[in-house]
């Protein structure tokens, strides 16, 4: 099986539109990741929700892939999903990257951390310590990678949009590792006892002491200095109740702050860059003309 999937995998790639140029950097370099447990954990990659989906994977990287002209001065990280189990490295990375920098948009693809006790002293914490690496070396190594933007966001999708919204809340004292925009597909914003449960298990490894449900309690988080966020979801959705972006969108909205939702009436869970024959083909597309709007708006 794990050879199956990286014949996938390799195949994959050969088949990318040379439209951009791709480097994979290792997050942190000669260091020691925060939180670091020695550990004899191998990353692999296989078959999983239809597609393919990295497992167990202990030594983040970031995966770059910057337009070869027209660069919009744009950064969009991208965080797959995949339960905080496992990650949709290509149905929700690579092949999203690929297609925002056909449009201009340097994008980077984050192999994350995924908590594991066996891996990380604190699992709950080795997810965003991550996304706030990524972010802080794009901006300070932006010229050395080749590439020149104002502007740096995350983009999520399902856990990875918990993630993206996680960071987006909870500001670092470092602006380095903060995003301008958020971009959160079909993710999770509600602490209800579904999705307490969800993190307990998969994120936490443990109960969560009533500072850390107050954190995740995502929605009592937006203000007026939260970044604008574009949200997009299915009302079919069977895994994330679209209420998870409608109730975000409009928390923001009550705040004063830009934000614009899609809501699709067919698609389901885990559509990635979407489908023609339900329409949710077209999400990229009315995510490029906010970004643009967003850009405009900062100038």
Known sequence: MRILGLLVCLAT????????????LPLWGDEEPPYFRPNSVEEYEADCFEVVCAY???????????????????????????????EAVYHEGYEIAEKLAQA?????????????????TRPELAPSTDVRQALSLLRKRQVELGFKAQRFGVMGFSAGSHLA???????????????????????????NDENRDWLEKTLYHRSMTDEELAMQTL???????????????????????????????EALNTAGVDNEIHLFARGGHGFGSGRAEDGTDQWLGLAASWLKRLGAAAE
């Open 13 to 24: 790639l050969l088949i990318f539109d040379p439209l951009f140029a791709q480097d994979i």
């Open 56 to 86: 167990q994977v202990a030594n983040p990287t970031l995966t770059l892939y910057t337009p070869e002209a027209n660069a919009n001065g744009t950064v969009v990280l991208i965080l797959p999903g995949g339960g905080y189990e496992v």
């Open 104 to 120: 201009g948009t340097v994008a980077a693809v984050l192999k994350y951390r995924l908590p594991n006790p066996a891996t990380s």
């Open 165 to 191: 919204a996680s960071v987006s809340l909870h500001r670092a004292d470092d602006v380095t590792q903060n995003p301008d925009f958020s971009m959160l597909i079909y993710g999770v914003s509600r602490l």
């Open 219 to 249: 929605l009592d988080h937006i203000d007026e200095k939260s970044p604008p966020a574009f949200l997009v979801h299915a009302w079919d959705d069977e895994v994330c109740h679209y209420s998870e972006s409608t109730l975000y969108a």
